[in-house]
């Protein structure tokens, strides 16, 4: 028994014959890991960037601009994530004959180094197949995806950083000599895999990008999410009939109040909020999965009625929506967001009436945000 599975997994590369590709080789794995590399890396910065935009530590102020920091910085995200998928299939299929091979480890280092190597594999594939699946709207893991990528994005690049550390020598005698191109062996058959490989991640962050920069959006075909495609010209993630608010948002009873740390309580209802200094700003949303689209947003600067409130100045609020449950129901606004002129509470959008799936009667939209912190159909404002 033992026998039999020993043999089944023996390294490919022993039998002659059975193994003999050129393009498992050192050269097109430093190759590949090198763009992996920076795929990871700029996922993990963006990532970060994401994360503590969304839990800033209590000292931490974001700012308010440039308008589309967020919208960049995610979809560079989601983008680098998608390219990475073709460049860590290439790279397994180059290293698995090392990577499988039997015994395991030939020596006391060698040994030391494989549960390295299972981390930043398993990690990589955990990162890659669970974003994909949650960009696609496909919730098909029992487990809250941001929570688990956020934690696997340190295993995996705490295992990336030492890896590289001990394989940066072939990187340097391959890929930054040229010898990837044209050192002995087959350097054709080489290059035209590492050219296979770059196009295949290229049509795929060709047919994506679209979803976060708008010239590109008829060339989107496998984005889940596309600019100028929903309600209103803009795409709906979770509707009124989702969130269960149909009934509340059209009470004709509605009233925005203003509570917490206020020196008077207000509340107003929407022909009240209609009557309020009206401003437009254009503004994207920038959702946490990677599409963005703009919109005119129209309606009452978030400032203005905090100010009428007498809210301090460097007072954290929370937005609240009528929805009752759901992960987005509030979201925090700290005083760059809140005091930036162009962040409105909407009453319109794109010349029109909020669409209930939009938040009617009311939702809050800020320059460089997370979409997930664009709450929709708000009723009270709390300082805090
Ligand atoms: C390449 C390795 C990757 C690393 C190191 C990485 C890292 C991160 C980190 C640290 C976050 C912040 C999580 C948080 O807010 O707590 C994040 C968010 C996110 N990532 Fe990745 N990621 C990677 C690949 C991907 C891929 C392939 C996709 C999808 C194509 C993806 C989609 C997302 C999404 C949708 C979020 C937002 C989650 C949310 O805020 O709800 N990531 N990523
Ligand atoms: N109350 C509430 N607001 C919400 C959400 C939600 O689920 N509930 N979803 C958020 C998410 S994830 C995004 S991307 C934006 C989308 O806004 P839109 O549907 O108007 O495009 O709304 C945000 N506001
Ligand atoms: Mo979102």
Redesign the pocket.
Same mark, same amino acid.
């Given at each position: 028994m033992e026998g039999a599975l020993r043999r089944a997994l023996e390294v490919p590369a022993a039998v002659p014959g059975r193994f003999t590709s050129r393009l498992h080789d050192e050269r097109v794995a430093a190759w590949l890991g090198l763009a992996l590399g920076v795929c990871v890396l700029t996922a993990f910065a963006t990532g970060l960037f994401s994360h503590f935009m969304q839990h800033p530590p209590g000292w931490a102020r974001w700012p308010s601009r440039p308008v589309n920091l967020y919208r960049v910085t995610q979809g560079l995200h989601v983008m680098c994530g998608l390219a990475a998928v073709p460049l860590l299939l290439a790279k397994l299929w180059t290293v698995y004959p090392r990577l499988l091979r039997w015994p395991p480890a030939r020596s006391v280092a060698e040994a030391a180094g494989r549960p390295l190597v299972l981390l930043l594999v398993g990690g990589a594939l955990f990162q890659l197949v669970t974003g994909v699946l949650n960009i696609s709207y496909w919730y098909a893991f029992p487990f809250f995806f941001t929570t688990a990528h956020y934690w696997t994005a340190y295993v995996l690049v705490g295992a990336l950083l030492i890896h590289v550390a001990n394989e940066w020598h072939k990187v340097r005698r391959t890929v930054l000599t040229g010898a990837v191109m044209t050192g002995p062996g087959d350097a054709a058959g080489r290059r035209g895999f590492l050219l296979g490989v770059a196009a295949a991640s290229g049509v795929i962050v060709a047919t994506t990008v679209g979803e976060a920069f708008s010239p590109l959006a008829r060339l989107a075909v496998l984005a889940p999410r596309r600019p100028g495609v929903g309600s209103q010209g803009?795409? /709906?993630? *979770?509707s009124a009939a989702g969130?269960g608010v149909g009934a509340a948002a059209r009470d004709p009873g509605f009233r925005l109040t203003v509570t917490g740390r206020v020196t008077r309580e207000l509340a107003w209802s929407l022909p009240e909020l209609r009557a309020l200094p009206s401003h437009a700003a254009r503004l994207p949303?920038a959702?946490v999965e990677g599409w963005s689209a703009e919109a005119v947003w129209e309606g009452v600067r978030l400032r203005d009625v905090l100010e009428a409130a007498g809210a301090d100045g460097g007072a954290r609020v929370r937005v609240e929506?009528l929805?009752r449950g759901?992960r987005?129901?509030t979201s925090l606004v700290d005083p760059p967001h809140w005091r930036d002129p162009l962040t409105l509470l909407a009453l319109r959008l794109n010349g029109e009436p909020l669409d209930l799936?939009?938040?009617y009667p009311c939702r809050l939209i800020a320059p460089d945000r997370p979409? /997930?912190m664009?709450? *929709?159909?708000v009723h009270r404002l709390v300082v805090l």
């Open positions: 803009l795409p /709906v993630n *979770k969130a949303i959702c929506s929805e759901g987005y129901r799936d939009h938040g979409g /997930v664009q709450t *929709k159909w």
